[in-house]
């Protein structure tokens, strides 16, 4: 062997790579037959299952968008579909089910009730179906159906249970979406209610405050203002008018100071006539024709005396006027009390406009909020009765079967080509592992590679293999392919 050659022999070449295979071919083979043989038989022994599926699909509702606004329909697929799911998938329902249908008679005798149900939940798939086909996202923006499936043994009752679970998918929406929309509807009701009582009490409350400050409030603070400008100058006229009165009544009352203090002539002649009389009386007798004349003339004096003492025509004017004049000014004093009155009222009413114009604001603000509530409410109330009117008649978003369920005709496991290729490949890999397990923990010596490797240096010489009989043909030509392909001569190999 030459110096060349000796690295080449450091590895396990392929050629004795597949030496190795080929000695230990029925290692692989066995395995391989063994695998095929038992993935078969689970495949022919295996229970069949088929599937019956149908689509559903969230329909838009059959009505103006403006009108009624819809739900979302991922929302709804995310969360109608899951409660519904849920709905079914309860125990209650399940045994209905499996009741009715009929269903896993065999394990019923072989695991417990609750095992069974977990059975029955397996075999039920609810799966979301997106715009593009595929699986819809997390957040369901792009659902828009879902495919509904039942598996079990049976076909005709796989299409059974899958059209029962469709009626109820249906039956179960159609509920939801009409409870959802009726408790919503007598929600916004009871709101509409509460907010109209509302608006009834802050009215209340407002004409109470209007009528407390009445004349003070803001439309009425500057009417007031100008009759108390009218009411003020009212009172001056009628104090400049008493104020006359007063002076013209001191003027007469002076007049007739004047007209009873000035002398009367009938007094002058019944003093003159009864000092005559005391000068007679005191010369002559009672009986003396003087005397008795005398006498008679006081008396005479004194009856013109008494006649001049009763009023005369112009004082008896002069006190008719002081009279009216007294009248009129207690008139007016009275009349300036209520004007006085009035003002000192306004006034008040005007110190209690801020107050009043305070409270007004805040009711009618008040008033505002709510009525602006009662309007939206009063139309997402209506908006919602027509909606629950539109579930009712099944005019809103529902399901629709796209896809009926239908007999499957092929079960969808077991696959038996795939089942038997499976074991054949497993049994293939077992094989060759078994040999690379072998082969390592054995630790034969495999060609001049090997014993370079133990020896830490090439063989002096190689022995061939005698005889044609010894190797396969196969494993001759398979040789020197290999040997041309390293293009160089066989160093294993020689002409004897």
């Given at each position: 062997?030459?110096d060349?050659q000796?690295?080449?022999l450091?590895?396990?070449?392929p050629?004795?790579?597949?030496?190795?295979?080929?000695r230990?071919r029925?290692?692989?083979v066995?395995p391989?037959?063994?695998?095929?043989?038992?993935?078969l038989?689970a495949?022919?022994l295996m229970?069949?299952a088929?599937?019956?599926?149908?689509?559903l699909l969230?329909?838009?509702?059959?009505i103006?968008?403006?009108?009624a606004?819809?739900?979302?329909?991922?929302?709804y697929a995310?969360?109608?579909v899951a409660?519904?799911?849920?709905q079914i998938?309860?125990?209650?329902?399940?045994t209905?089910l499996?009741?009715?249908a009929?269903?896993?008679?065999?394990?019923?005798?072989e695991?417990s009730?609750?095992?069974?149900?977990g059975?029955m939940?397996?075999?039920?798939?609810?799966?979301?179906?997106?715009?593009n086909?595929?699986q819809p996202?997390?957040?369901g923006?792009?659902?828009?159906a879902?495919?509904l499936s039942?598996?079990?043994?049976?076909?005709?009752?796989a299409?059974?249970?899958?059209?029962?679970?469709v009626?109820m998918?249906l039956t179960e929406d159609?509920?939801l979406r009409?409870?959802?929309a009726?408790?919503?509807?007598s929600?916004?009701?009871?709101?509409v209610?509460?907010?109209r009582?509302?608006?009834?009490?802050?009215e209340g409350?407002?004409?109470e405050?209007e009528?407390?400050?009445a004349?003070?409030?803001?439309?009425?603070?500057a009417?007031s203002?100008?009759s108390?400008s009218s009411?003020?100058a009212e009172?001056?006229?009628?104090?400049?008018?008493?104020?006359?009165l007063?002076q013209?009544?001191?003027?007469?009352?002076?007049?007739?100071?004047?007209?009873?203090?000035a002398p009367k002539?009938?007094?002058?002649?019944?003093r003159t006539?009864e000092?005559r009389?005391a000068q007679?009386?005191?010369t002559y007798?009672d009986?003396?024709p003087?005397?008795?004349?005398?006498?008679a003339?006081v008396?005479r004096?004194?009856?013109?005396?008494?006649s001049?003492?009763r009023?005369?025509?112009?004082?008896?004017?002069?006190a008719?006027?002081?009279a009216?004049a007294?009248?009129?000014?207690?008139?007016l004093a009275?009349r300036r009390g209520?004007?006085?009155?009035?003002?000192s009222?306004?006034?008040r009413?005007?110190a209690?406009a801020?107050?009043?114009?305070?409270e007004?604001?805040?009711l009618?603000?008040?008033?505002?909020?709510?009525?602006?509530?009662?309007?939206?409410?009063?139309?997402k109330?209506?908006?919602?009765?027509?909606?629950?009117?539109?579930?009712?008649?099944?005019k809103?978003e529902?399901f629709s079967?796209?896809?009926a369920?239908?007999i499957?005709?092929?079960?969808i496991?077991p696959?038996?080509?795939?089942?038997?290729?499976g074991?054949?490949?497993g049994?293939?890999a077992?094989?060759?592992?078994?040999?690379?397990?072998?082969?390592?923990?054995a630790g034969?010596?495999h060609?001049?590679?090997?014993?370079?490797?133990?020896?830490?240096a090439?063989?002096l010489a190689?022995?061939?293999?005698?005889?044609s009989?010894?190797?396969?043909?196969?494993f001759?030509?398979?040789s020197?392919l290999?040997?041309?392909?390293r293009?160089?001569?066989n160093s294993?190999?020689?002409e004897?």
């Open positions: 062997m030459t060349e000796a690295p080449n450091s590895v396990i070449s050629l004795e790579i597949f030496a190795i295979f080929f230990r029925w290692w692989i066995v391989a037959v063994i695998g095929t043989v038992a993935a038989a495949a022919l229970t069949p088929y599937r019956s599926q149908a689509t969230i329909d838009a509702p059959e103006p968008t403006g009108f606004p819809p739900v979302q329909s991922a929302n995310n969360e109608s409660k519904i799911r849920e998938m309860s125990r209650s329902s399940l209905r499996i009741r009715e009929g269903l896993y008679k065999r394990e019923q005798n695991m009730f609750e095992d069974l149900l059975v939940r397996n075999s039920i798939a609810v799966d979301l179906v997106s715009a086909g595929r996202s997390g957040n923006n792009d659902t828009i879902f495919d039942f598996t079990y043994s049976d076909p005709v009752a299409h059974k249970v899958a059209e029962r679970l009626a998918f159609k509920r009409t409870e959802k009726v408790s919503t509807a929600f916004l009701t009871r709101r209610d509460d907010l009582a509302q608006m009834v009490e802050l409350k407002r004409r405050v009528s407390r400050y004349g003070a409030l803001p439309d009425q603070v009417l203002a100008q108390g009411l003020r009172v001056s006229r009628l104090d400049a008018e008493t104020q006359g007063m013209q009544n001191g003027l007469l009352a002076a007049r007739s100071e004047e007209i009873a203090s002539p009938e007094f002058e002649a019944l006539a000092d009389l007679l009386s005191a007798s009986t003396y003087d005397v008795v004349a005398a006498r003339a008396s004096q004194r009856q013109a005396a008494l001049s003492m009023p005369s025509p112009g004082s008896g004017v002069v008719s006027e002081m009216a007294r009248s009129r000014i207690s008139s009275a209520e004007l006085v009155g009035s003002i009222q306004m006034d009413m005007t209690m801020p107050q009043a114009t305070y007004l604001n805040n009618e603000r008040d008033y505002d909020n709510l009525k602006r509530q009662y309007q939206d409410v009063r139309d109330q209506m908006e919602a009765q027509v909606t629950a009117n539109l579930q009712a008649e099944n809103g529902r079967v796209v896809n369920a239908s499957p005709g092929d079960p496991r696959k038996r080509l795939q089942m038997v290729a074991g054949l490949f049994g293939l077992l094989g060759f592992a078994l040999v690379v397990v072998w082969e390592v923990l034969p010596i060609g001049v590679g090997a014993v370079t490797r133990l020896m830490n090439p063989p190689v022995v061939p293999v005698l005889g009989g010894s190797t396969s043909p196969l001759e030509r398979i020197r290999l040997q041309k392909r293009g160089r001569p294993r190999r020689a004897a």
